[in-house]
């Protein structure tokens, strides 16, 4: 059972401090094997199947550092404009937890691989906010707990925990922000739409796909609050492992409220480690937060020092792709659309399938129709974005064009769309199996809106009159009678053409 806190509204908490926030955002790599061992790290085996006695940290055995680790750790230090160090190297990060096997965790402590960088991010208004790096540094993934017996699935009332060491020694790389001062009553706006901007960065460069969903990329939302921007920074808590840039958002306002409403009653923030609650958008707390000296860090004997030649980071910095910001605004102009609805797709996670299927043929107006219509709608239903639906971009395409040579309607379309979502088979194999091709035969449509006419003589010769808008009631018969399947276009020119009336 969540427990609930006094807070303090938003406008009031705004109007009495400033707050400073501190995003720690973890990605795990794509990488076929762990960082440090050949073991692999496929999702989805069984417990502990996935683990050598590297990962499991067993006595005598040596790690080796994982060199497409390092390539997609410098990748992502140039994205974020880091400067790469010319020479690093890890430590160990002592804390006991029964997830890590080792007793320590291998990480960079006070030598990270890339430092000192920037994002820009665009807040909804279109106002560019510039978040500034610490660092990115390397390290490895913990195993997983699992406790059973509990009503929540958290240790308290657990009657047991069982450890899964496959995660264990998974490759990660931490990002650090500086301070993040001046967002203002912005603040969690800011820190979503850097998690956002940064999930779009991690994704282009193919080094992960950073599902938030699925644990390839979380947050850890540090804030304070201070009286005014001129005053030194309060005491911070840190709310751990948060998995959707919603939630992102709401912990930051949340904690922001809990802060000031310590503060105003004169009560004392404890620096500690706080737990995200979906269901509410409320904090509860964890650890009280360790120091970094708590960690008792040592450089890692058994791991030789890391040093990226400059040519092959400049080959790295060279073959970089276009960064997300700058691909999305030459689309938003490629299509013609305005901030707002370019932040709809995005939102939606649309523009890579968009991008697709029009690179199979559709056009851009038809391609964001679909994805933004009636597949975003699926998608919202099923509860999952819409490049997870069981639909291709070129099929979306090949549903454009069958539109574009009047073969389907916009009704027809959305059923063969239904279709192919059930797995019936493809856009051509759905319309035959359902026979849902438009009726463009002259002599039937002929039939039918004689057939209309003759059964509504009054609204007939309503349009006789001059009142054409009346037709689309003889439209609606045409449709009920042949299913949907005709052309509503083609339609409406025979109605008029038979009563002599011209538009």
Known sequence: MTTFTELLSYEDALASFDPVMGLEVHVELGTKTKMFCGCSTELGAEPNSQTCPVCLGLPGALPVVNAIGIESAVKIGLALNCEIAEWCRFARKNYFYPDMPKNFQTSQYDEPIAFNGFLDVQLEDGEIFRVEIERAHMEEDTGKSLHVGGATGRIHGASHSLLDYNRAGIPLIEIVTKPIEGAGERAPEVAKAYVAELREVIKALGVSEARMDKGQMRCDVNLSLRPTPESEFGTRSETKNVNSLRSVERAAR?????????????????????????????????????????????????????????????????????????????????????????????????VDSIVATIEAGADSTAARKWWMGELARNANEQGVVVDELPITPAQVARVAALVAAGELNDKLARQVLEGVLAGEGTPDEVVEKRGLKVVSDEGALGAAVDEAIAGNAAIADKIRGGKVAAVGALVGAVMKTTRGQADAARVKELILERLGVSE
């Open 254 to 350: 949340f904690e922001i409220q809990r802060h000031a409403a310590v503060l105003s009653s004169g009560g004392t923030i404890v620096q500690e480690t706080r737990h995200f609650h979906e269901e509410d958008g409320s904090t509860t707390a964890g650890r009280i937060k360790d120091n970094a000296e708590d960690y008792r860090y040592f450089p890692e004997p058994d791991l030789v020092p890391v040093a990226p030649a400059r040519d092959w980071v400049e080959e790295l910095r060279g073959g970089l792709p276009e960064m997300p910001r700058v691909r999305r605004n030459r689309l938003r102009e490629e299509w013609g659309v305005n901030e707002h609805d370019m932040q709809s797709i995005l939102n939606a996670g649309a």
